[in-house]
Each structure stands twice: as structure tokens, then as C-alpha cells.
């Protein structure tokens, strides 16, 4: 096949692709990639036990540990082994419960925060992080004596997880016990020893495990039918661990527990009810009946007995005994303590009741949102009466019970104290999706706004409260940003609202709260010189403010607002004109546009443009930021959906060079260039990032080297937002659904460490290539860049030959393609930048000629991240093509011609029929025509009139269907 075949253009991509897919070394390279660990905490997690075995072998620091040595091991700090370290998560999942585990001398509860446990020592004010998920937390639990606690999470790489509530040390781990979709639900037996768990599966599953030996299957385990509802509850017979209950919305079912076997029965209504008793919530054992109880959200109590059958002690009956209505409100809280049921509803209201379901005493004037959870201490209530509230009885004695926390949805959880019935607040957070994070630039205080319409500044050091505002309900947060002086603190919502507030008080002045879209506030940000303040929204459009400064007043006001894409919006920067020093504005679009703005000419109600220009052809931008001066030259740096970063000239946006970026599982979508800092040990500059659900660091300068990149899972429903204190030495990540603050610590002695380890020089790059230094891939390129230099000086050379290391810049093209990489006209144009302009700004020469080594990475640094599958050539005929009726996607022959020769990177009739001379095999003379009308008649033998994917690929490509690789995503988008 002739070179010139291929030449690069757009429409030709396909063919490219396909390719690509039978380029066995590439194929081999894409594989090795995906060979990362597909989850780091798994490895983690398989790394601390190793270690705590061998501890154990010595000292075991578990069978050791009392109450008072987690509060020691809370002021140890291991921020150095890692180069990103958790070290505080503000928020909690409202979802799951919160359980009290101290509160004699020491407050202290457990709740949990996306992928981490938590246990907080309120009166020390100091987490414990329990981290060894992949994915969010679904569940947790606790033993009697509060000693072991589990936790679980659902989905890819599910894990189940005992730890030792007094060290914070796993114990045990069970890897993928439902791997069908992780778990949902669980419980301790009375004695501790035994765990259930409840699959998260269409299909659910019943295990019981023994989990104090060493064992991957369970003891015994039932499968449940669908048809009883989704079970979503469950827990053992405090008084008999043989038996257990769950509970769906709509079912309650039992069951009975052998060595060998779990039997279920349904809970049967053997008499008919005269009112609707509503959906289910929560079931719990009687103490001291043979009975259960389910709460209801029509304010009911179901009561069923349970009976065994005499001859078969196997056999159990589950019988509806009674419907009784306790309350006109629905019951979120259905629990159990001492002698006594416990009742929560969506007032806030908390009701104890004794065996016979009558009232003995209520809290009502907590002044608390909706119930989530009631957990009771475990330390017993005192005897002595003086100071407990009285009883509901006619007797109206001490109501003595034990001390107890409360959750509820909003994310508030309290302590009472039940003598005296004292609430403590211990926690109050988002309870809506956050979004919003903002460092301030000089001091140790970060701003966090969410949806539900609070504004909170914490000092991140002492992890207090500086201050908190709370909005009118139609007052969303999206968005905040800090001037670089620190005077202003800017808030986007979701109504388009636009304020400016003073961030030692977060009050504004009434002038300075604008509204001049309706489209959600999506990007807020200041010029350095705090004199700009600009938004993009959800309308695809950039408003700019500008601070008006007079005589009398300094106020800020509207200055104009450009619809400027034709997509969102996904960054928006800031800048410095270099010869002037005046603000200069960009933003980047999905509509792969970067645009600047004329501030300077611009006047009031006129945003003007400077120019706008295309920086991508198929991969979508997704940020921004602005290169260290780590060169003479000043560079934009881009990072898009295809795992690539971008250096953009920043006068002329000419692309100067491509980066592989991070490769861990999704794109970048957020960065920031982290401070500058005296502490430093190191004079590198850093990036930090956020991906979908990661956060990491990067080494500048950025040259493709993976091994100079870090990454940590974050949120695993998606991180939203990124922020980093202003001394470099920590990293803010927002959550978004997951409604979490997480703080990250920074150790870049560690970072600087792994890379190290990588290897020095072209290693890491080597690494990179299929076989690395000594396998076939690079022996490959070794003799296609000796073929290089032979062709460029000619094959009928017939002097001497002077061979080199290094071959002309114009022979890249064709080298790229040997290897199975067909870049388009403007990518070549791109690699040619590189290499021509790579050390113009130091010399004011071109560089006209490249080598191997220099080669390598420029084919690292441009080939895809990943490999191509059949689903990105259905997506294109999906495009391209259109239904023929029968479900199949066919693209005509003369749509195709005309689109080779009119859209995209033109190709001319010569070289359209130049490709299918070579891919028929026919000679150029058979499909020579001046008019490609005439051409088509000749073509009719290769392309029929109607092409589909196996056309293509089968008659035209000559692929077999074998050949077309397939994975396993989703189908492409109609």
C-alpha cells in the first residue's frame, strides 16, 4: 500500500481504526495499560492485613487494644508514606445510620462518608478513617458490645470489612461474597461470631458467614425469590441466632438457620385488615415475645408471632397477630433497647413504648428534621432516678434510659444525654449535593456550598466552624471562588443569582446580588488583580462584572454577557496579557472552541470577542489552567476526554505539545497548579486533578512518564469540585450526591519517591511499549527508523550510505503509520510543531530532524490511550449513516464520496481514488477519471451502493469478521 493512501484525512479515520484493531503490538500495549489495579484500595486493603498479620505474630496490637488506643493512634500521623493522604472527611450518608460507640468519658460515633468509614471523637474533635472501599459504602453495623464493626459497599470489587472499632485495624476481609452486585444490608449475631449479609442483586442472596475463621465460603446462604420485594433490612433474633428476619416495602420474610442450610418463610396476613397499613420501613425482634415488628409508613405496627412446629423444629410459621395504630405520621425508626420500643417520625419526634405498645415517654422538643437513626449507648442507664423526665403512665415515674444519638436526613446528629434530656449537636452538614468548594488565598479556611442552601467557611486546620449563612431555599449553591486578595467571596446558584459577599461575615450588599440569567451558575471566577469577576452558566453564555471604583463608593457592577458556544461551558480562566499586564479572559467550550474576550474595548451591556479558535478535531476539551513558567514561552495547558493533554501557545494557541495524561479509569476533568511553598523540600512544580471518581497528583514538567502521576479513588459517585489551600498543603475535593468534603493531605517527598522508582531517563517510556526495551515492538521501530533514513536518501542510492541517529522531521508522517498510528493532516501538523518549534524559544532555531528516543515519545505521547472496539465504528455509522428500516445502520455510497471530498479535511478525487486502488486491489488506470461521477461507475465493483459495518469492514477493508474486536460497553448513542 502506497504511504500517500493514508494521507491523514478526517474521513479516513475509520479506516484508520480498523487498522488499529489488527496492529497486534498496539493491541498487546492497550492491554498492558489496562492491567492497572482495577482497585487501589483492594490492594490496600490486601497490603494492611499482610502487615498486621506479621505485627500480629510479634505483639498483636488488636488483641491489645482498650478504648483509649484509638484516641492515641488518632494523634499519630502516616501523611508521609503516601503521596495523598485522607485526612478529614466533613459530611456524613445520611442513608446509613449513626451509631453511638462511646459516650462515658469519651464522645464517640460511627457513621459513615462515600467509600470511608468514620469514627469521630467528638470530645477531641478527631476522625478515624476507615478506608478500604473502591466503591460507596451501603451499609454498616456493629456487635453488641460496640468491640467489631463491619462495613460494605455494592458494585464492582465489593468488599465486606470487620475491623476492630478500638485499634481501627481490619481484621478480616471478604472479597466479592456478592458478586453480584455487593451488599446491602447486614448484621452481627447476639454472640458476635456469625455475620449476615444481604446481596444487592436483582436476584438477591442470603449468606451467613463465620467470620472469625479463615474461610471464603459461606456457612450456609439462600437465594430469595423477586417476586417478595426488594429486601433492603436485616438482622438475627437477639434471644435465638437461629433465627432472622428482612424486610422489603411490601414483605416480611423469616428464617430458620442450620449448620447447613437457610430456610426462608413469608409472613402471611391470616386475617383480614380493615385499613391499609402502608409500606413497610423497618422490623425488629421482640425481647421478650416470640415475636416481630414492623413499623409502617401509615404510623402502624404490624405485630406477627412466630411458631415452630413441634415435629419439624425446622419449621417455622410467621402469623399476622395484630395491626396496631400508634401515630398519624409515618415511622422512619423502628429499634429496640433494654425493655423498650423506639419509635422515630419526619417531625423529629422520639417515642418509647413498652412491650405492649403503650406510651411511656416522648422527646419532642429536640426541634430536629425527619428521623434517621437511634442508637443507644452501651453503657447502661444509672439507677439512680433524679433528673430523668417522667413517664407517660398515671404513675408518672422516672422514665430511666440510656443515653442515645440521633440522626436525621438533613445531616444533623445529636447526642442526648437522657438524664435531664439534653441535646447536643455533634454533627450538622450538607445534606443536599455539594458542588461548591473554594480555598481561601491566605488563610487556612475553605468555603463549601451546597444545595442546600448553606453557606459554611471552615477552618481547616482547627476543623471549626468560622462562620455560616444560611440562603432561602431557592437559593442553590453551584458555585464559589475567593478573590486573590481574600476581600470577596463570590457565590453562583442554581438560579442564575450571582452574589458577592464579605467572607469574614458572608453578608452582602444588596447592590452587589445580581440576576441577570436564569441558567445555573456553573463557573465563578476573579482576574488577579480582582478588578473582573466572571460566570459561565448552564446557557452557554460568559457574563462579566467589573468593580467601579469612584471618589465615595467601590461597588461592583454589570459589565456585559456573550452567548460565545454553542455547547457548555467547561472552564473558564483568568489570565495576564504579557506585555501590558491587563487581565485577559478565556473560556473553553464543549464545542471543542477556546475564546477570548476584549476587555479592554468592551463597555457596559457589551462584552466583545477577540478571537475564537477550534484547538481539537474529535477529542472534547474538558479544562484548563495556566502553565508554570517553567519555559520562556507562556502555555495554556488543555486536558480532554481522550486521556490527552494539550500545551497551547498562549498568543498564538497553537498547539506545541501533546502529553499522554492520566490513565486511571476516566479523563481528567479538573486542574490546579499547586502553590509554590517555602516547606517544600523539592523545587518541581505539581499539578493536582480530579477525574470522575479519583483525585491525584502530577510532576511538572508533564512528558507522558505515567509513573510521574498519582491518583486515589475520592468519591465514587463522582467527584465535582476541586480546591487547594493556599500554602500547597492540602488538596479539597467535593463529592457532589455523595454530599462529602474530603481533605487530602500532600507528602510530594512520597510522590517524588514513586516516580523515582519508575525508573530515570527513556525506562519509563520503554515500559510503555509492548515487550518494553528488548521485545519485538521496539526491534520494530529500530529497523523501520534505519528504513526511514534509507528511503529519504533514496533506495537506488548507490554511493555510501551515511547513516545517523536521527531522521528528518518529514519522514515522522510515514514512521507513524508503519506502526499502526494514521494521524489526520492537522495531527501531523501537530507533531511537526513539536519537534520544529521544541527549542525555538532558546536558540531561535528549528529543529529539522529527530531520534529514536525522541521519537518514542512523541509515539507514546500522540498514539490513542486506549484501543479501538467495534462500538466506536457502530457510533460513526450511527453518525454517518441512517435506518434502513430493519434495525440496521447503512450509509450510502454517494453520501460517502461526497463527504470524503466536502467535509472535514478535504480529500480530491485523486486521492479518493488512489485508496480504493489500493484497497481493491486494482490498478490507479482502471479508476482514473477526471470526474468522479465517471470514477463512481468503476467503483461499483468495490463499494455496493448501500454499506454497512460488515461491508466496510468485510468487502471494502477485506477484514474478517473475527477481526473486529468487541468489548463490553454500553451500545453506541442513537
Known amino acids: 500500500m502506497q504511504a500517500s493512501a493514508f494521507s491523514g484525512r478526517v474521513q479516513w479515520w475509520i479506516i484508520a481504526w480498523s487498522f488499529f484493531l489488527l496492529n497486534p503490538a498496539v493491541e498487546s500495549r492497550a492491554e498492558s495499560q489496562n492491567e492497572r489495579p482495577t482497585s487501589i484500595a483492594v490492594r490496600k486493603t490486601i497490603a494492611t492485613a499482610t502487615e498486621q498479620q506479621d505485627a500480629e505474630s510479634a505483639t498483636s496490637s488488636v488483641c491489645t487494644a482498650t478504648t483509649e488506643t484509638l484516641r492515641k493512634n488518632q494523634k499519630m500521623t502516616h501523611a508521609g508514606a503516601h503521596a495523598l493522604t485522607l485526612q478529614w472527611a466533613f459530611g456524613v450518608n445520611t442513608a446509613l445510620p449513626v451509631f453511638s460507640l462511646q459516650d462515658s468519658d469519651q464522645l464517640v460515633i460511627l457513621y459513615a462518608g462515600a467509600h470511608v468509614g468514620v469514627i469521630y471523637n467528638h470530645t477531641t474533635n478527631s476522625q478515624n478513617l476507615l478506608q478500604g472501599h473502591s466503591n460507596q459504602l451501603s451499609c454498616l453495623c456493629l456487635n453488641e458490645d460496640r468491640r467489631w464493626l463491619a462495613t460494605a459497599d455494592k458494585g464492582l470489587n465489593s468488599l465486606v470489612i470487620i ?3 478500638y485499634s481501627g485495624i481490619p481484621v478480616h476481609t471478604l472479597f466479592d461474597c456478592h458478586p453480584e452486585g455487593g451488599v446491602i444490608a447486614m448484621a452481627f449475631s447476639k454472640d458476635t461470631k456469625l455475620l449476615v449479609t444481604l446481596g444487592a442483586a436483582e436476584t438477591q442472596r442470603v449468606c451467613v458467614w463465620d467470620w472469625t475463621v479463615e474461610t471464603e465460603k459461606p456457612q ?12 433492603s433490612y436485616i438482622m438475627f433474633n437477639p434471644n435465638d441466632s437461629t433465627q432472622l428476619l428482612s424486610s422489603s416495602e411490601s414483605q416480611v420474610l423469616m428464617y430458620n438457620r442450620t449448620e447447613e442450610s437457610l430456610d426462608w418463610f413469608v409472613a402471611e396476613f391470616n386475617k383480614p385488615i380493615d385499613k391499609p397499613v402502608g409500606s413497610y420501613c423497618q422490623s425488629v425482634f421482640q425481647q421478650r415475645k416470640p415475636q416481630t415488628l414492623t413499623a409502617t409508613t401509615a404510623g402502624k405496627i404490624v405485630v406477627w408471632d412466630l411458631m415452630k412446629d413441634s415435629a419439624d423444629s425446622q419449621s417455622l410459621t410467621v402469623t399476622l397477630t395484630n395491626v396496631i395504630s400508634l401515630q398519624k405520621d409515618p415511622i422512619t425508626v423502628l429499634t429496640v433497647t433494654d425493655s423498650y420500643i423506639v419509635t422515630g417520625d419526619p417531625r423529629g419526634y422520639i417515642y418509647f413504648y413498652n412491650d405492649d405498645l403503650k406510651i411511656l415517654c416522648s422527646f419532642t ?58 441535646p447536643q449537636i455533634l454533627l450538622d452538614e450538607h445534606c443536599d449535593p455539594l458542588h461548591a468548594v473554594a480555598c481561601h488565598p491566605t488563610q487556612p479556611a475553605v468555603a463549601v456550598g451546597s444545595y442546600s442552601c448553606i453557606l459554611k467557611v471552615w477552618d481547616y486546620n482547627s476543623k471549626l466552624t468560622i462562620c455560616r449563612r444560611d440562603f432561602d431555599k431557592a437559593k442553590q449553591i453551584q458555585c464559589l471562588a475567593f478573590d486573590p486578595q481574600g476581600l470577596y467571596l463570590a457565590v453562583g446558584f442554581v438560579s442564575g443569582a450571582i452574589h458577592i459577599l464579605n467572607p469574614d461575615t458572608l453578608q452582602s450588599n444588596p447592590d452587589e446580588c445580581f440576576h441577570v440569567t436564569e441558567d445555573s451558575i456553573h463557573h465563578i471566577t476573579f482576574s488577579a488583580d480582582s478588578k473582573y469577576l466572571a460566570t459561565a452558566d448552564a446557557g452557554k453564555a460568559v457574563t462579566v462584572f467589573r468593580l467601579q471604583v469612584d471618589d465615595i463608593l467601590t461597588r461592583w457592577k454589570y459589565l456585559g454577557r456573550h452567548y460565545s458556544h454553542y455547547k457548555p461551558i467547561k472552564d473558564l480562566l483568568f489570565g495576564v496579557q504579557l506585555d501590558s499586564n491587563h487581565p485577559r479572559l478565556l473560556s473553553l467550550g464543549m464545542d471543542r472552541r477556546l475564546v477570548e474576550y476584549d476587555l479592554e474595548n468592551s463597555e457596559e451591556h457589551k462584552l466583545l470577542i477577540l478571537c475564537s479558535e477550534r484547538i481539537e ?47 486511571y479509569g476516566s479523563p481528567v476533568e479538573k486542574l490546579v497548579v499547586l502553590p509554590t511553598s517555602t516547606q517544600r523540600d523539592t523545587d518541581s512544580h505539581y499539578l493536582a486533578y480530579i477525574t470522575k471518581d479519583k483525585v491525584g497528583l502530577q510532576i511538572l514538567p508533564v512528558d507522558g512518564n505515567p509513573y510521574k502521576s498519582n491518583a486515589l479513588i475520592s468519591h465514587p459517585v463522582g467527584a465535582s469540585a476541586l480546591s487547594c489551600s493556599y500554602d500547597g498543603r492540602f488538596v479539597f475535593t467535593a463529592g457532589g450526591s455523595d454530599c462529602m468534603l474530603l481533605t487530602w493531605e500532600i507528602c510530594l517527598n512520597a510522590l517524588e519517591g514513586a516516580a ?22 521496539y526491534r520494530e521501530m529500530e529497523e523501520l527508523f534505519v528504513f526511514c533514513q534509507i528511503r529519504y536518501q533514496g533506495i537506488d542510492y548507490i554511493k555510501k550510505r551515511q547513516l545517523s541517529n536521527k531522521i528528518p522531521l518529514t519522514e ?26 521544541s527549542k525555538y524559544a532558546d536558540t531561535g532555531k528549528y529543529v529539522t530532524d529527530i531520534d529514536l528516543e525522541e521519537f518514542i515519545k512523541l509515539y507514546i505521547n500522540h498514539r490513542p490511550a ?43 478525487e485523486d486521492e479518493v481514488v488512489e485508496c480504493f486502488s489500493t484497497l481493491s486491489g486494482l490498478s490507479e488506470q482502471d479508476l482514473d477519471k477526471t470526474d468522479i461521477a465517471e470514477s463512481e461507475y468503476s467503483l ?31 451500545p453506541p448513542a442513537e
Open 866 to 908: 486506549f484501543n479501538i472496539f467495534t462500538d466506536d465504528l457502530l457510533q460513526t455509522f450511527h453518525t454517518l449513516g441512517v435506518d434502513d428500516g430493519s434495525g440496521h445502520t447503512v450509509l450510502q455510497r454517494d453520501e460517502m464520496l461526497e463527504q470524503l471530498q466536502a467535509k472535514g479535511e478535504h480529500m480530491t
Open 812 to 837: 515522522v508522517p510515514f514512521l507513524m503509520r508503519a506502526l499502526g498510528l494514521f494521524p489526520t493532516e492537522q495531527e501531523i501538523e501537530d507533531m511537526e510543531n513539536e519537534v520544529k518549534f
Open 220 to 231: 450456609c446462604f439462600t437465594i430469595l425469590s423477586p417476586q417478595f420485594g426488594f429486601q
Open 617 to 663: 478535531q474529535s477529542a472534547v476539551p474538558l479544562c484548563m489552567i495556566w502553565y508554570p513558567p517553567l519555559t520562556t514561552e507562556q502555555f495554556l495547558l488543555v486536558a480532554s476526554d481522550r486521556y490527552k493533554m494539550k500545551l497551547l501557545n498562549s498568543t498564538t494557541k497553537m498547539c506545541r505539545k501533546t502529553i499522554l495524561g492520566p490513565t
Open 365 to 422: 422538643e429536640f426541634n430536629l428534621d425527619a428521623i434517621a437513626s437511634i442508637s443507644f449507648s452501651k453503657e447502661c442507664a444509672p439507677i439512680d432516678a433524679e433528673g430523668y423526665p417522667e413517664s407517660c403512665t398515671l404513675e408518672a415515674e422516672p422514665f430511666i434510659v440510656r443515653d442515645f444519638v440521633v440522626s436525621t436526613f438533613s445531616s444533623t446528629v445529636v447526642h442526648v444525654k437522657a438524664r435531664g434530656s439534653i
Open 163 to 165: 475491623w476492630d472499632s
Open 940 to 970: 461499483e465493483c468495490v463499494i455496493p451502493q448501500e454499506i454497512t459495518m460488515e461491508t466496510f469492514t468485510g468487502q471494502i477493508l477485506g477484514f474478517p469478521s473475527c477481526a473486529v474486536q468487541s468489548d463490553e460497553r454500553s
Open 756 to 777: 523515582a522508582l519508575g525508573g530515570k531517563d527513556m525506562t519509563p517510556f520503554y515500559s510503555l511499549l509492548e515487550g518494553g526495551r528488548h521485545g519485538y515492538f
